[in-house]
């Protein structure tokens, strides 16, 4: 084989292998952008993922501020009503049959309210009265302050919750006088047959003479 036959063969052989490589290296970037495009994809389909996740757990808590809402109107209207009925019950107290035995239960009960009160002040002013008289043995005159504070607030507090319990039971106890009952229909018939008969009479006698 001569020079030149070799030096071809040799140029054929080199334009071979960079042909093969040109080619193995279009191939890895190939497979390289494909991995890159992929990873992409999986990026943004979590975000999308953590998007919709953030959406719904928004939504969920906007429905439960929803109900809670609804809930709380609804037990304030209940409360309201039921304050509602409560007055119409003190107002109603004594006026209707029946309701004389409820009346007497409603004075009890303030009655027992009113002793419930002054048992648990007496027994707030003895504890804080003890406490007073300790800090002053011990020569804490800021403690005895502090007692002598919570005594006044006490005593204060205390008047407060007799006049509204006074005054509650006052309404109730002054309503039954200022409703009298009712006369029953026939007596009033009665009583007003009566006084047609008297006021015919009377108009009679002062009829002049011819």
Do not use: C, W
Not at 62 to 89: C, I
Not at 177 to 190: A, G, H, I, T, V
């Amino acid at each position: 084989m001569s020079t030149r036959q070799k030096t071809i063969l040799l140029i054929v052989i080199i334009l071979a292998f960079l042909l093969s490589t040109e080619g193995t290296l279009g191939k890895n970037k190939g497979r390289a952008r494909g991995k890159a495009k992929q990873k992409t994809k999986e990026v943004q389909t979590r975000k999308e993922t953590r998007k919709k996740s953030r959406k719904k757990e928004k939504d969920k808590t906007q429905v439960k501020e929803s109900e809670a809402k609804k809930e709380k109107a609804k037990k304030a209207k209940k409360a309201k009503e039921a304050e509602k009925a409560k007055k119409d019950t003190v107002k109603s107290a004594g006026t209707e049959p029946g309701r004389g035995k409820e009346h007497q239960q409603q004075l009890q009960a303030f009655k027992k309210k009113m002793e419930k009160q002054n048992a648990r002040h007496a027994e707030q002013i003895a504890k804080f009265e003890a406490k007073l008289q300790k800090a002053r043995e011990d020569g804490d005159e800021k403690k005895a302050a502090k007692y002598q504070k919570k005594i006044d607030k006490e005593v204060e507090k205390h008047k407060k919750a007799v006049a509204k319990i006074e005054k509650k039971y006052a309404q109730v106890a002054n309503f039954e006088k200022k409703s009298p009952p009712k006369k029953p229909k026939e007596q009033e018939s009665k009583q007003k047959k009566k006084d047609n008969a008297e006021r015919k009479e009377k108009n009679q006698t002062e009829e002049p003479k011819d």
